[in-house]
């Protein structure tokens, strides 16, 4: 056992716990920690013994080890950035947890629909029939206080089907504006590959300046504006591919697919009986916000601070896709201003006036995934887009934003 430290003038006498050895300090470094001369092992120095008390050896610590700085990671989730409630998280998850109400599972198309809603983007999902996607998006509609409109895309489908026509007034003796389904908010465009291209090239403007022009005559839409369009990726018969330009123009593509067993058992829990859909809505759904509210979040969400360093990570990304050996064509530059505002949202749902490295690699897959095209050598190989855009995000240096 250790003898107590003993104090002897202005010095400090007590034995190393790890050699034995009486080791002897100034009494003015009581408390702190020193090297011991004998072993180097790095010891706490006790106080000096008062009274009759007794004060207790301290046992010796293990000798110091330099410790190497961690190895850089790649960032996977945002979530360890966490910041503080704010009006625009505090609604993101108010919503999401209204939409649980009727609708299960799904984390990614929902997270991607709210971020595409606060950007001023659109979605493009692919998935099969029966996930409910008709249902995800009136029960948005309905939390977020939007019209909701809903297009089937077929091969006898017109442009003036989707934009709508002049229609010869009997009474006035002229033609007037009749709006077609797609002056709404929330747009479900479903199977959106069953029509031709001349159909598809309706929406181009839509989709980009947010307005129609019919016979020289402007007609502006409502916002928010998000048009959510759906494709089934089995089947090929009777179906177009949507022309670069217009894939450009969607901020993401989800990836909808079967549910967990849990989930499908919650599914057959919650829809299995004789409901009505517009009656479960209307009674069960609270509507949360309003178009002038998401439209301010937007504008306020264009504010979050974009590090220079990370606007040159999210340029290295983008720029890569166009000389990454697997891809025949790379993403454009709105491709990278996709990412901008994906991530300025993804923030401020998160609750953090600044952007980090982890928001680009969370959205960037759903953002570059439809944006590139595989060369022949690739596709005949069965090297899949996700796969490649995985690894060359890994191959640039994630930026330390301080």
């Known amino acids: ?11 400090i ?8 050895q009486t080791i002897s300090v100034p009494v003015a470094s009581a408390g702190k920690r020193a090297k011991c001369p004998h072993c180097e092992s790095i010891v706490a120095i006790p106080g000096p013994e008062s009274g009759t008390s007794p004060v ?7 000798p110091a080890v330099a410790s190497a700085p961690p190895a850089p990671t790649m960032p996977t989730a945002p979530a360890a950035h966490a910041g503080v409630a704010t009006e625009t998280s505090r609604l993101y998850e108010s919503i999401r947890r209204e939409i649980a109400k009727v609708f299960v599972g799904q984390e990614e198309l929902v997270e991607g629909t709210l971020i595409a809603i606060f950007s001023g983007g659109h979605v493009l999902i692919e998935s099969v029939p029966g996930l409910g996607k008709t249902l995800f998006v009136r029960t948005m509609g309905k939390i977020l206080g939007c019209d909701f409109g809903r297009i089937q895309f077929t091969a006898d489908l017109m442009p003036s089907d989707i934009t709508g026509a002049p229609v010869f007034n009997m009474k006035t003796s002229e033609f007037d504006f009749r709006p077609g389904p797609v002056f709404t908010q929330l747009l479900l465009a479903d ?29 502006p839409l409502d916002l928010p504006f998000l048009v959510l369009a759906t494709q089934n990726p089995l089947e090929s018969e009777g179906t177009y591919s949507l022309p670069e330009a217009q894939l450009d123009r969607f901020m993401f593509k989800l990836i909808a697919d079967y549910p967990s067993e849990e989930q499908e058992a919650d599914i057959l829990t919650m829809h299995g009986g004789q409901q009505n859909l517009d009656h479960t809505l209307e009674e069960e759904i609270q509507t949360l916000t309003n178009p002038e509210q998401i439209n301010r979040l937007t504008r306020k969400n264009s504010t979050i601070r974009v590090d220079p360093l990370l606007i040159n990570y999210i340029n290295k990304i983008v720029r890569l896709t166009r000389r990454w050996p697997q891809f025949y064509m790379g993403a454009s530059p709105r491709a990278g201003i996709s990412l901008m505002q994906a991530i300025r949202t993804l923030a401020a749902f998160n609750g953090r006036d600044y952007a980090v490295p982890d928001d680009v690699v969370h959205v ?14 690739a596709e005949v190989e069965g090297q899949q887009i996700d796969m490649l855009l995985d690894e060359l995000i890994r191959t640039i240096e994630v930026p330390r934003i301080k």
Request: hydrophobic content about 35%.
């Open 13 to 20: 006498r007590f034995q190393c716990g790890q050699c034995s």
């Open 1 to 11: 056992m250790n003898n107590p430290p003993e104090s002897a003038g202005e010095k």
């Open 191 to 219: 199977e959106i590959n069953r029509s031709p291209a001349k159909t598809h090239a309706a929406l181009l403007e839509i989709m980009q300046e947010k307005r129609v022009t019919v016979d020289g005559t402007t007609h």
């Open 56 to 62: 207790a050896a301290v046992p010796a610590m293990q």
């Open 364 to 377: 960037a897959k759903s953002i570059l995934r439809h944006r590139v095209i595989l060369t022949a050598e």
